[in-house]
């Protein structure tokens, strides 16, 4: 199992990015993609997260509204589309495989790519 986040990069509060996951070794019939991520000095926690043969997606409160998680089976690609972006929002991204439910708990989450910075600045 191999994931590998790109898209992310430094843009101003009020825009967007979106943050790709490219996966290997397994499919999204076989485990949910997860997005994380990490501020500095703080822990890691639950952005949002798919079941793909569902499509049910769960958000945490703070980006429900302004971020959409969705998969491309057929590029075995998971995407985090991040609009209205806000300083806070600030922080390493990993995307994850796993078991997603709507607690969004990193512990159900047994694969992890390397992370991608997304940096919200004026």
């Known amino acids: 199992v191999q994931l590998v986040e790109s898209g992310g990069g430094l843009v101003q509060p009020g825009g967007s990015l979106r943050l790709s996951c490219a996966a290997s070794?397994?499919?999204?019939?076989?485990?949910?993609i997860g997005w994380f991520r990490q501020a500095p000095g703080k822990e890691r926690e639950g952005v949002s997260c798919?079941?793909?043969?569902?499509?049910?997606?769960y958000y945490a409160d703070s980006v429900k509204g302004r971020f959409t998680i969705s998969t491309d089976n057929a590029k075995n690609t998971a995407y985090l589309q991040m609009n209205s972006l806000k300083p806070e929002d600030t922080a390493v991204y990993y995307c994850?495989?796993?078991?997603?439910?709507?607690?969004?708990?990193?512990?159900?989450?047994?694969?992890w790519g390397q992370g991608t910075q997304v940096t919200v600045t004026s």
């Open positions: 070794g397994f499919t999204f019939d076989d485990y949910s």
């Open positions: 994850a495989a796993g078991a997603c439910t709507r607690y969004l708990d990193k512990s159900t989450f047994g694969a």
């Open positions: 798919i079941i793909s043969s569902s499509g049910s997606t």
